[in-house]
């Protein structure tokens, strides 16, 4: 792994020698940045023999390989230790001032910051909102030691011992391997992680959730396809992110992009989505069919371009047969615990109202919560908001108030947190 070891300009710039030696005996390849101030403490000379990588503070040394940029970019993981009250307070708001700050703004991998300085320093109101910001990014700043500090004064501020912050840096590199799951891009781990520390709910389940119309073929041009633009799944599916699922979105062609974070398997029609279904969730927790599924396909599907024939009068006749209940056969064949979600999009008739035909749909599907959208009026399909009914296997029937699709994704998972066995 690449490792990328910050140090900030504290005396605690020693122990970080010793954690060098152990990332380096661990066989990792060690990339030494150090601030200026961290020269003061240790020299250059030190860090190059030890890394076996030349050593600088500034983003002006070896410009032609554009260190400011390739060093984060390329880091398996970044580890600051000292971080002093002033790096923290750099890392907080952005700034980028030497090569260190540099690393720190373009790194795509997880970030362990482990502050040195006295208690004064650590207990200032500015230096513990910079820690909550940090925090809240995503960042992983480790709580300093307690005990004797530079001077004769003691209490919390000591940098923790090589041996642990080796062993936490080890843990976090395991921990964002398992968050490294987007197939659809990378981005930083602070925005991985953003707003899973607010809300665990669903912190070690797997989500599975479908999204947007089918295309069902009728020959290598032609398809018969609906007006689904997948919103509603895309907001399920970044809501379970945010509240710490590992998500994998089974995509339609949707209109909006997937969400960061997901993997996502991209399908066009009702067959392709039911093996794709079938298949993600074997060891989901939750199963969301959020996607408007064509009931029918063409029978057959041309080898070739259909074409017209000379008579003007003649048009083909396209014979349908109907497509799998993927909903039915995911209840069918779900595990012990696994919480699968159906949802209704229904008109009130003659024969009964949207509940009433909702309330018929959730008995016969058999899932543990149906969602029913009321599309009287085209009220829903490609609209930014929404307004919902929950109704449960065990009867009960929940508004959920109109809102975005976003805050109707929060309600529904809500709404699932309890069917989940602990
Ligand atoms: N669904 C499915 N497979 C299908 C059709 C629908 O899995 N072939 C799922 C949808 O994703 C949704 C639920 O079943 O979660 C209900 O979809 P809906 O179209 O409202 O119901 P249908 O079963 O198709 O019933 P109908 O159209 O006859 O009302």
């Known amino acids: 792994m690449k490792i990328v070891l910050g140090v900030g300009g504290g005396i605690a710039a020693y122990k970080a020698c010793l954690l060098l030696r152990l990332f380096k005996e661990a066989g990792h390849d060690v990339r030494v940045v150090p601030t200026q101030a961290a020269l003061t403490f240790v020299g250059a000379p030190t860090w190059a023999a030890l890394s076996g990588h030349p050593v600088s503070a500034s983003v002006w040394d070896d410009v032609h390989e554009v260190p400011h940029v390739r060093i984060g970019q390329q880091a398996d993981l970044v580890v600051v230790a000292p971080t002093t009250a002033d790096l923290l307070a750099k890392a907080a708001h952005g700034l980028a001032d030497d090569l260190l700050t540099n690393v720190l703004l373009t790194a795509r991998c997880p970030v362990l910051l ?11 109101p500015a230096t513990v909102a910079n820690v909550a910001t940090l925090r809240e990014r995503g960042v992983t700043v480790v709580e300093p030691a307690s005990g004797r500090l530079t001077g004769a004064d003691t ?28 197939r659809e891009g990378a981005r930083p781990a602070e925005e991985r992680t953003r707003g899973r520390r607010s809300d665990h709910a669903l912190a070690g389940r797997h989500v599975v959730v479908s999204a ?16 689904s633009s997948g919103r509603q799944g895309v907001a399920l599916a970044k809501a379970a992110l945010e509240r710490g699922a590992r998500v994998t979105l089974v995509a339609g062609p949707i209109e909006v992009p997937a969400p960061d974070g997901a993997d996502v398997v991209r399908v066009e029609s009702a067959l392709q989505m039911r093996e794709a279904m079938t298949v993600a969730a074997q060891d989901a927790d939750v199963v969301v069919m959020a996607a408007a599924v064509a009931d029918f396909r063409p029978s057959e599907v041309a080898e070739h371009k259909i074409k017209k024939s000379a008579d003007a009068d003649d048009a083909p006749v396209v014979t349908l047969v109907r497509n799998p209940d993927i909903l039915a056969g995911l209840v069918a064949s779900r595990r012990a615990g696994q919480v699968v ?9 003659e024969t009964g109202s949207a509940l009433d035909h909702a309330t018929a749909k959730l008995a016969k599907k058999g899932c543990d919560l149906l969602v029913l959208n009321d599309v009287a009026a085209g009220k829903v399909f490609g609209k930014d908001d929404t307004e919902v009914t929950l ?32």
């Open 114 to 124: 482990a502050p040195a300085m006295h208690t004064e320093m650590w207990t200032h």
């Open 212 to 227: 947007g119309g089918t295309r069902e073929p009728l020959d290598p041009v032609r398809f018969l396809g609906n007006r």
């Open 155 to 182: 209490g919390p501020g000591r940098l923790p011992e090589p041996e642990d912050l080796f062993a936490a840096a080890l843990a976090l590199l395991e921990s964002g391997e398992s968050g490294q799951r987007s």
């Open 341 to 349: 979600v159906g949802f209704a999009a229904e008109t009130g008739d």
């Open 391 to 422: 109704l449960s296997a065990d009867g009960t029937v929940t508004s959920v108030p109109a809102g975005t699709k976003e805050t109707v994704a929060g309600a529904i998972w809500e709404a699932v947190v309890p069917l989940l066995a602990p």
